[in-house]
C-alpha cells in the first residue's frame, strides 16, 4: 500500500477516548511507528477496504443486471465468462 505521508501532510486533531488511546499507544509501539503514522495506516487500509467492498457491491449490481438483460447477454460471445466468476467469488466475500 502507497503511504499518502508522502504527499503534503495536513494537521488534524480528534478526541478519543482513554481506552482508545492507551490501545493506540501500545499498537503504535509494537509497530514500532508514532501514533500519528498507526492512524495514517490505519485510515488509509479502511479507506482501501471501504474501496474494495464498493466495487464488490457494483460488479454484483451489473452481474444481476447482466444475467437478467437479452440484449446484454447478446454479446456473451465478446465477455469472458470470468466476469460472472468474479462476481460469484465476491457474493462469498461480501457481507
Do not use: W
Not at 486533531?13 to 509494537?30: F, G, V
Not at 500519528?36 to 467492498?53: G, M, N, P, T, W
Not at 469472458?80 to 466475500?93: H, I, S, T, Y
Request: net charge positive; aromatic share 6%.
Amino acid at each position: 500500500m502507497v503511504s499518502e505521508s508522502s504527499r503534503k501532510s495536513k494537521r488534524i486533531n480528534i478526541l478519543i477516548n482513554e481506552s482508545l488511546n492507551k490501545q493506540l499507544s501500545r499498537a503504535a509501539k509494537c509497530s514500532g511507528v508514532t501514533k500519528s503514522a498507526f492512524v495514517r495506516v490505519a485510515l488509509e487500509r479502511e479507506f482501501a477496504r471501504d474501496k474494495q467492498l464498493e466495487l464488490e457491491c457494483v460488479v454484483h449490481d451489473l452481474a444481476q443486471l447482466y444475467e437478467a438483460s437479452q440484449a446484454l447477454n447478446a454479446f456473451s460471445a465478446l465477455d469472458g465468462e470470468d466476469f460472472l466468476l468474479f462476481n460469484n467469488k465476491a457474493k462469498k466475500v461480501s457481507p
